[in-house]
């Protein structure tokens, strides 16, 4: 079992409120998969698991304030390991070999005008209904980086 524990978001932040949980009891969540969205006097942010497994109980309900370091859920990692390989099929002595499967690479996550965006700026472009590439940059890089 691994704990997921309050974070703390910055020097000076001793508590947070947890605002929501993203998985319930019982899903599977893979290793930094967005958990539960926490709020402090300085920052909103999803958390990431720290661990692959299925979330076996939280121990913090949604809208709790609790300090820094507390237990919020636990992650059952048992039978986590990686799964067996497929089976590969040896030809027989003149039998054609068949070609390899191609790996498709995963997609990284969208980057804005001025690179990676963090979850939240994502979360909150999906709930805006946003596309992001169409949004230009006012920083101190100007609106043409």
Do not use: C, H
Not at 68 to 77: K, Q, S, Y
């Amino acid at each position: 079992m691994t704990d997921v524990v309050m974070p703390q978001m910055g020097e000076s932040i001793v508590e947070g409120t947890l605002t929501k949980w993203l998985k319930k009891p019982g899903e599977r969540i893979e290793r930094d998969e967005p958990l539960f969205e926490i709020s402090t006097d300085k920052v909103d942010t999803e958390i990431p698991s720290p661990a692959a497994g299925t979330l076996a109980e939280i121990l913090v309900e949604e809208g709790k304030t609790v300090g820094i370091n507390t237990v919020l859920a636990r992650i059952d990692e048992v039978g986590t390991a990686a799964p067996p390989p497929e089976p590969v099929e040896v030809p027989l002595v003149g039998q054609a070999v068949p070609p390899a499967k191609a790996a498709v690479p995963e997609a990284p996550p969208p980057a804005g005008p001025a690179g990676p965006l963090s979850p939240l700026v994502r979360k909150m472009a999906r709930e805006l209904n946003l596309d992001l590439t169409q949004v230009k940059g006012t920083g101190a890089g100007g609106p043409d980086y």
